[in-house]
């Protein structure tokens, strides 16, 4: 029976030693790249606001949308998670301390050649602002007059929220381009089964 039982420990013992998981970041692009345009306030026809629907991953770190303007409709990719990605691997601390707004200002872009207004919001504010009522919005990931930015969230890291467009121009349509990506937080699979664990093991006098 003592034979057994030491068989049986001996293999939970290896079994932890060769198994463990580690958490490892990774970005991960919520929308396509986007393009659209919005009409100024009086000309007849078209929309001077249009919203994209953000649907965050489970285990969102942090987010970041990025946009920038054009008078004319041109493909213009920004890239946005493939910079945030060397961003993230770059960090000499680890993504534990989360990237700053300072680090995301340095996103490349083209620049805008029109300002709009952009709203972070939840879904009954994004209502609202469709309907063009009053609305409220969270500052941390809004902005007033910016022909081109690169924002920050981490305010808001599970569910849905609504990123809103307004052209504020009375007589100038201007075209959006738009990409979101998010860091999230994965575990991965470690084989920590190496020659200084196995020497630990036989040292313990279980093995």
Do not use: H
Not at 20 to 45: D, H
Not at 178 to 193: F, G, L, P
Request: net charge negative.
């Amino acid at each position: 029976m003592k034979i057994v039982f030491t068989i049986l420990l001996s293999a939970f013992c290896i079994v932890c030693f060769s198994q463990s998981y580690k958490t490892v970041y990774e970005v991960v692009s919520i929308t396509e790249p986007q393009i659209f345009y919005l009409n100024s306030k009086l000309r007849l026809g078209g929309k001077t606001r249009n919203s994209i629907k953000v649907d965050l991953p489970e285990n969102t770190i942090q987010w970041s949308y990025v946009f920038t303007t054009s008078l004319s409709k041109q493909s213009s990719q920004i890239n946005l998670k493939d910079q945030l990605s060397d961003m993230v691997s770059s960090l000499p601390g680890g993504i534990a301390a989360g990237l700053t707004v300072g680090a995301i200002s340095q996103i490349i872009k083209p620049t805008g050649a029109g300002v709009v207004d952009v709203y972070l919001a939840r879904y009954e504010e994004y209502l609202n602002f469709n309907n063009g009522e009053s609305f409220s919005y969270i500052i941390e990931g809004s902005r007033e007059n910016f022909k081109e930015g690169s924002i920050l969230v981490d305010d808001i890291k599970s569910g849905s929220a609504f990123i809103c467009f307004k052209n504020p121009s009375p007589t100038e349509g201007i075209y959006v381009i738009v990409e979101v990506a998010a860091i999230v937080a994965k575990k991965e699979y470690v084989d920590e089964w190496t020659l200084e664990n196995k020497q630990k093991l036989i040292n313990s006098g279980e093995f």
